[in-house]
């Protein structure tokens, strides 16, 4: 919970299935901090599967779980150099499902009748973070210009091939205490205005996954007199890039849902980033989140976090991605609308056209 522990005194198990916390004030994070499972050092948890041993990439269904044993008794995960080399084993009956198919590879999938895709939109975003030590993104007028100047329905267009969902800010659209947010439109005049004659020129550290994406962000912003120059990185190198703040700008799919516990965790200054990415309006805004005692007075904080975040933005944001689940139409999967199907994985049952996979 990083600084938000601080609101819990204690937490005793009361029987071999209850917990009991007990907390020091109000604390509307908390149960928002729990949708993650509790895992164990030897690999058992609270999930519906287990690892048997962490330095093997094989999964088994968990005869503890609480709502019952999954259908499913084992997940072997492995490994493939592309989508393509996937795919071609999936047809081939080896494998059962993708985990996830990429924007560049769904127009391909669609046409196959053994295999059913299920597309979401994830709980990751792109956005470009903001070295705000770097003279260039001091002023917050650059960074809400810089927004403004982004064309998020053609970025998703053509950078993400339609599958996307413009991004107003770092609160998930769908996030339940998130009521008429402040939106950043895109307004190329004003951009024009403030960035023209500051004649902005910056590095923007890049993935290859991401490249696409960042081209067309480059040639919008070369509208308004921006000169991004773009520089491509493995994801490894731009992670640690972020947490030393070794960057001008960066191009990243960062998690910002489903809670609000997960924007705490990653943007306040006693966060995971140590303060690398936000600043002290931000941490006020979510400090009034954090310290909320009701849910009227929670709902209103969320909503100052919002404002506060489209008057002093910490990033440039783009847009929330969507991904698809691959499943060979063996396995029957109940879906429920708007969820990755992956939250119904111990519900998920072979079908009567018994065929399972040849694992040599």
Not at 145 to 161: K, Y
Request: charged fraction near 25%; proline fraction near 7%; glycine fraction near 6%.
């Amino acid at each position: 919970m990083g600084a938000a522990f601080e609101d819990i005194e204690q937490i005793a198990a009361t029987s071999g299935k209850e917990l009991t916390i007990a907390l020091r004030r109000p604390s509307p994070l908390l149960i928002e901090a729990l949708d993650s499972p509790v895992r164990k050092e030897n690999g058992s948890g609270t999930g519906p599967f287990k690892s048997v041993d962490p330095a093997k990439p094989e999964l088994i269904a968990n005869d503890d779980y609480y709502l019952g044993r999954p259908a499913i008794d084992e997940i072997v995960i492995r490994r493939y150099p592309s989508i393509r080399a996937a795919w071609a084993e999936m047809l081939r009956n080896q494998i059962d499902m993708l985990y996830e198919v990429g924007p560049d590879a769904l127009e391909s999938l669609a046409g196959a009748t053994n295999v059913s895709l299920f597309t979401f939109i994830r709980h990751y975003q792109l956005l470009v973070f903001f070295n705000t030590n770097i003279p260039v993104f001091r002023d917050a007028d650059v960074r809400r210009a810089l927004n403004l100047a982004i064309d998020r329905d053609n970025l998703i267009a053509e950078g993400l091939n339609g599958h996307g969902v413009p991004s107003p800010g770092l609160i998930s659209p769908n996030y339940w205490a998130f009521q008429r947010p402040p939106t950043i439109s895109f307004d190329v005049k004003a951009a024009d205005t403030t960035l023209r004659a500051k004649r902005i020129s910056f590095v923007c550290l890049v993935a290859p996954e991401f490249e696409r994406v960042a081209l067309v962000m480059k040639r919008q912003l070369e509208t308004v007199g921006v000169d991004m120059r773009l520089r491509e990185i493995p994801m490894e190198s731009l992670m640690e890039a972020l947490v030393k703040r070794d960057f001008d700008a960066l191009l990243a799919d960062t998690i910002s849902g489903p809670s609000f516990f997960r924007i705490y965790r990653a943007w306040h200054s006693q966060g995971p980033l140590g303060g690398g990415v936000g600043n002290k309006h931000l941490d006020a805004a979510l400090d009034r989140v954090r310290f909320a005692q009701s849910a009227a007075e929670y709902r209103t904080a969320v909503g100052e976090f919002a404002k506060a975040v489209s008057e002093d933005p910490p990033a440039l944001f783009l847009a929330w991605s969507e991904r698809a689940r691959a499943v060979n139409r063996r396995f029957d999967v109940p879906v429920e609308p708007g969820r990755d199907i992956l939250t119904t994985l111990r519900l998920w049952r072979p079908t009567t056209d018994l065929q399972y996979v040849d694992r040599n």
